[in-house]
């Protein structure tokens, strides 16, 4: 407990007699200071027992002596101590008035009793209760550190925290969400945390911040975990007010011990991410049965089912599509892989991510907690630069929705032995994701999608621009409609007759336009690649190209 005015006053030692302020004793003391200045509030933080024989105070003038406690009162002086039969046999009535009139304690200090003593005794009083919060925190820090080498691990940690502080505690994992809270109910309070979390996650590891627009009547600190510039999580604590001493201590604790076991975790997942690339090596390289020897049971379980192959690059915002990738966004990757784990951490189910330079490649199993995290990251990335939003986080297939941040690819589903052909499709769906500027494609998309859309592009276009330009001149001209024509003999397969009837001519003007069109682009409709460039070209400048 902190020491008060009152525990002064009952002090034996000391003498004092309460003149004023009586309901102010038991305002917490943190220094005694003796001053004679008229105005000794520049020199004072708040919270001292300010002790005067009022040598320069002329403490019989009503006015002076209102003015001067008022004065200190607003300065967060808890309390005035007057020196009796110093410079006054008693005190003077004028300030024991003005002090009640403020609500100031005014304590009368016997000349037997020297300010030294006041200020030893509330020096004494300070260091003991440093002394107690220091040993309370360090029996926290032991308890904490048993809580945290038990078998529940930082669930246990949240408890006996929770316990301490009198209040909640929760633990978020790298992707900002709930992995652990203590009281149970805690976990709903933390939930609705996700956004300063976020921003909190933003920031280079250690840092901290009070939540002060909260729902609820606590207040809320959050704490970073981790030592390198990404935090690995953040511990939130809630308490009904500002932490003391020895609470901080606690948490100081927690903090420590839970970023040891994130970073000890973070060495394993190291140590599995060695091995989930020597793994899919081997699965590139068309060795299944080594593949699944080398993955023992931390992978096996993920290539005994269909699984799917995840190929991820990071967009600048503004990218064009043939532009390379900004140097600071592969960050993106590792919030994707985050939340890739993350969800398959919560369903126990394996997840294999291997970065690669400037791109991340996932194993996960097909519609599992993985690929619904992959595919709900997708989402949101579409939705923050406005793209319409899908039902369960999954975009439709077929949006030419732009994504922001990353492109995805993802293959159909499949097993070890055609894990060199997943890795195509996925490396094919990712091409399409960019081209496109969407932030996902599955390899079906690409698949059962038709062809067309792929038209439009810049250079397509230019192409076709360029094969057509001579016919459009020609018809710009007057001298005939040879591109209707020739769009219209294309689309019925060469045969004149229904070709001439589209087009409202006889099949004899029709024929001749066709042969204006072989001689002004000095190629022959015979050839079937010139009719399915001409077709192309055709559809590339009619198709409008995307936002």
């Not at 037997?112 to 029996?139: M, N, W």
């Not at 194993?363 to 319409?388: H, I, K």
Request: proline fraction near 5%.
């Amino acid at each position: 407990m902190p020491h008060t005015l009152a525990s002064l006053v009952n002090h034996t030692a000391l003498k004092l007699t309460v003149l004023a302020g009586e309901g102010g004793l038991n305002v917490p003391v943190r220094w005694a200071h003796a001053s004679e200045l008229i105005d000794p509030v520049p020199y004072m933080e708040g919270g001292e027992l300010l002790l005067i024989t009022a040598l320069k105070l002329d403490a019989e003038d009503a006015e002076a002596s209102r003015r001067y406690v008022r004065r200190v009162a607003q300065a967060g002086v808890v309390g005035l101590g007057f020196a009796v039969g110093v410079n006054y046999e008693e005190v003077p009535e004028a300030l024991v008035e003005a002090c009640r009139q403020e609500g100031l304690p005014l304590l009368g200090v016997p000349r037997r009793t020297p300010f030294i003593a006041l200020s030893k005794a509330v020096s004494a009083a300070v260091a003991a209760d440093q002394y107690r919060a220091v040993t309370a925190g360090f029996e926290a820090q032991r308890e904490l550190t048993r809580a945290a080498l038990s078998a529940e691990g930082p669930a246990e940690l949240l408890a006996r925290l929770a316990a301490h502080l009198d209040g909640w505690a929760a633990l978020y994992d790298a992707s900002g969400s709930v992995v652990a809270a203590a009281p149970d109910w805690a976990a709903r309070r933390a939930a609705r945390l996700a956004d300063d979390v976020g921003r909190l996650r933003e920031r280079p590891a250690p840092a901290s911040s009070v939540v002060s627009d909260t729902d609820g009547d606590d207040r809320v600190e959050l704490q970073s975990l981790g030592t390198g510039r990404r935090a690995r999580g953040v511990l939130a604590v809630g308490t009904g007010a500002s932490l003391g001493t020895a609470e901080r201590y606690a948490v100081h604790s927690a903090v420590a011990l839970l970023t040891l076991t994130t970073e000890r975790s973070r060495a394993l997942q190291d140590a599995e991410q060695r091995l989930g690339a020597a793994v899919l090596k081997m699965l590139l390289a068309g060795e299944p049965d080594h593949a699944r020897a080398v993955a023992g049971r931390l992978y096996g379980g993920l290539l005994d089912a269909p699984f799917r192959m995840v190929v991820a690059e990071p967009v600048a915002a503004d990218e064009e599509p043939s532009a390379a990738a900004a140097p600071s966004t592969p960050a993106v990757l590792d919030a994707l892989a985050d939340a890739m784990d993350s969800a398959a951490a919560r369903t126990g189910e394996a997840v294999l991510a291997v970065p690669d330079g400037t791109r991340l490649i996932v194993l996960v199993a097909d519609g599992g907690a993985a690929a619904e995290a992959c595919a709900g990251f997708a989402a949101q990335a579409e939705a923050r630069s406005g793209a319409p939003s899908r039902p369960r986080g999954r975009p439709a297939r077929g949006e030419a929705a732009r994504g922001e941040g990353l492109a995805i690819g993802l293959s159909a589903p499949t097993g070890p032995i055609a894990a060199a052909n997943a890795y195509r499709q996925a490396e094919q769906a990712l091409y399409v994701a960019r081209r496109r500027g969407r932030a996902l494609v599955e390899h079906e998309d690409v698949a059962a999608g038709s062809v067309l859309p792929l038209l439009a592009d810049d250079a397509v276009r230019a192409f076709a621009d360029g094969l057509l330009r001579a016919l459009r001149e020609h018809d710009a001209t007057g001298r005939g409609d040879l591109v209707a024509s020739l769009r219209a003999w294309l689309a019925r397969h060469g045969q004149w007759d229904a070709a001439a009837a589209d087009l409202g001519v006889h099949r004899h003007t029709l024929r001749y336009r066709m042969r204006r069109v072989e001689e002004i682009l000095g190629r022959s409709l015979d050839d079937a690649d010139v009719r399915m460039e001409l077709w192309l070209a055709l559809k590339a400048t009619s198709t409008p190209p995307e936002e």
